[in-house]
Nanobody, 122 residues
Framework: QVQLVESGGGLVQTGGSLRLSCAAS????????MGWFRQAPGKERDFVAS????????DYADSVKGRFTISRDNAANTVYLQMNSLKPEDTAVYYC???????????????WGQGTQVTVSS
């Protein structure tokens, strides 16, 4: 089992920045690829970004490329999502998740956090 707890969400104005954190406990964090997903009201859960277990490979949804950065600190068992130039359409609940391999497919992630709300005001 891997337990994941997100933090860092909140209310920010358009153009602002937020940094989400996801703290992991349980099985060896450095064995898992990590992903960030988001879900807006009435919509499906969408892929945002992923990072390999070593941190050497990252992937992003087109909608966030150039604005969001995923990173991880395996010594601290934490993955981050730095979000810059935020837009109202980024408003959603953001979830971190753990998988054996990095992927944009939500169904392949075995472990999920409870989510953190990000609201971007216009």
């Amino acid at each position: 089992q891997v337990q994941l707890v997100e933090s860092g969400g909140g209310l920010v104005q358009t153009g602002g920045s937020l940094r989400l954190s996801c703290a992991a406990s349980g099985r060896t964090f450095s064995n898992y690829a990590m992903g960030w997903f988001r879900q807006a009201p009435g919509k499906e859960r969408d892929f945002v970004a992923s990072i390999s277990a070593s941190g050497g490979t990252t992937d992003y949804a087109d909608s966030v490329k150039g604005r969001f950065t995923i990173s991880r600190d395996n010594a601290a068992n934490t993955v981050y999502l730095q979000m810059n130039s935020l837009k109202p359409e980024d408003t959603a609940v953001y979830y971190c998740a753990a998988a054996r391999l990095p992927t944009a497919v939500a169904a392949l992630y075995a472990y999920w956090g409870q989510g953190t709300q990000v609201t971007v005001s216009s």
